[in-house]
């Protein structure tokens, strides 16, 4: 099993729907998990941590299900702008920061 | 602040040349990764650093090597550069892999 897996996509969804991607992740002792964000060409950002019992920013929800072993991602009512490649981060073992391949989402006017 | 650092932006290099990217962080943070992302494909670790002195291979090490002198700088050294290592490289840095990264702008190199 990879250490974080995640669905290519591409996702083409239309604009004002809700989309919501999973990760998979290998060690059950990770402790911190993000998504980012990244714009083509451009540097990863970061979108949210990860909390235990999950968290909301704005039409952002993210969910941790340690029982199974994976983190997922809400977006709701959807915008031209959310259309991005969204990246799964969680820490391995030793510290290590380990990238999902990250999964492209367009948004269809 | 100004985060982390990069330089050069875009750079184009001959088969055979070397050079150092530049990387630099005024977070105090102690770890720093280099990464390299190819068309269509994920980030992949080339090497990292948990502190000054420290260093260690990630993913893909082979044709780069780093140092780590301080806290602040971590250079990525291209020894004898080759076509298969156009690409675009990040760094970033964090207070360790509990953390949030935060990377650097990018360094467009392709190699003729």
């Known amino acids: 099993r990879k250490e974080v897996e995640q669905d290519p996509g591409p996702f083409n969804v239309p604009e004002g729907a809700t989309v919501a991607f999973n990760c998979t992740y290998s060690n059950s002792a990770s402790q911190s998990f993000f998504w980012y964000r990244q714009d083509c060409r451009k540097e990863p950002k970061l979108l949210m941590s990860v909390y235990s019992s999950g968290n909301e920013d704005g039409r952002f929800t993210a969910q941790l299900n340690r029982a199974s072993q994976y983190i997922s991602l809400l977006i709701r009512d959807s915008k031209l702008s959310d259309s991005a490649t969204y990246l799964c981060?969680?820490?391995?073992?030793?510290?290590?920061?380990?990238f999902g391949k990250g999964t492209r989402l367009h948004i269809l006017p | 602040n100004a985060g982390v650092t990069q330089t050069p932006k875009f750079q184009v290099l001959k088969t055979g040349q070397s050079m150092t990217l530049q990387c630099a962080q005024d977070?105090?943070?102690?770890?720093m990764s280099w990464y390299r992302q190819d068309p269509g494909m994920g980030l992949r670790l080339i090497h990292y650093s948990v502190g000054a002195g420290i260093t260690d291979q990630g993913e893909v090490p082979n044709g780069y090597n780093v140092s780590r002198s301080t806290t602040e700088d971590f250079p990525l050294r291209l020894l004898s550069a080759a076509p298969s290592q156009t690409s675009v490289y990040f760094c970033?840095?964090?207070?360790?892999?509990?953390?949030?990264?935060?990377f650097g702008p990018g360094t467009r190199l392709t190699v003729t």
């Open positions: 970033a840095s964090t207070k360790s892999g509990l953390y949030e990264q935060y």
């Open positions: 977070m105090n943070h102690e770890y």
């Open positions: 981060v969680v820490n391995g073992e030793d510290d290590k920061i380990i």
